[in-house]
């Protein structure tokens, strides 16, 4: 009785993991997957020589970028709290979402974009960069 009961239990569990349905991304329905966005990800790893100032003054002008660039769409940040020390010294993560890898296009190049690399260039000792679009 205990053998099928723990079965029964592991095909439920395996069963909640399959995919649901062929009309789905993830929990996206595919008439949706249009609307889906690009995440443009953003983790920083700074220089011991870099002052808290100088920190706080890269965010801040990392922070002002949605606010000069209309095509982006979201953005979010956080400093890093892992407790599995994985992070290699990155510090600092940044999501900025897209529409439309146009819109990542024309804010790659973007004078304020070109600002903010100037402002956290000096600071800077390593960067990781992933874009994906989301689902």
């Known amino acids: ?7 029964l239990l592991t095909f439920i569990l395996i069963s909640s993991c399959m995919s649901k349905t062929d009309n789905t991304i993830g929990d996206m329905p595919t008439e949706d997957k249009n609307a889906a966005q690009l995440r443009h ?4 790893k700074f220089k011991d020589t870099s002052t ?3 920190i706080q ?3 801040t002008s990392f922070i002002n970028l949605s606010s000069k660039i209309k095509e982006i769409k979201d953005f979010e940040w956080g400093l890093n709290n892992s407790p599995e020390d994985l992070n290699k010294g990155f510090t600092h993560c940044f999501f900025v979402t897209f529409d439309s890898e146009e819109d990542r296009s024309i804010y790659l190049p973007h004078p304020a974009h070109m600002d903010f690399v ?4 000096p ?6 960069v992933l874009d994906y679009w989301a689902k």
């Open 41 to 44: 990800v953003v983790l920083f």
């Open 52 to 54: 808290a100032t100088d």
């Open 123 to 128: 600071h800077l000792d390593d960067v990781l």
């Open 1 to 7: 009785m205990k053998n099928n009961i723990l079965l």
């Open 57 to 59: 003054k890269v965010e």
């Open 118 to 121: 100037n402002t956290l260039s």
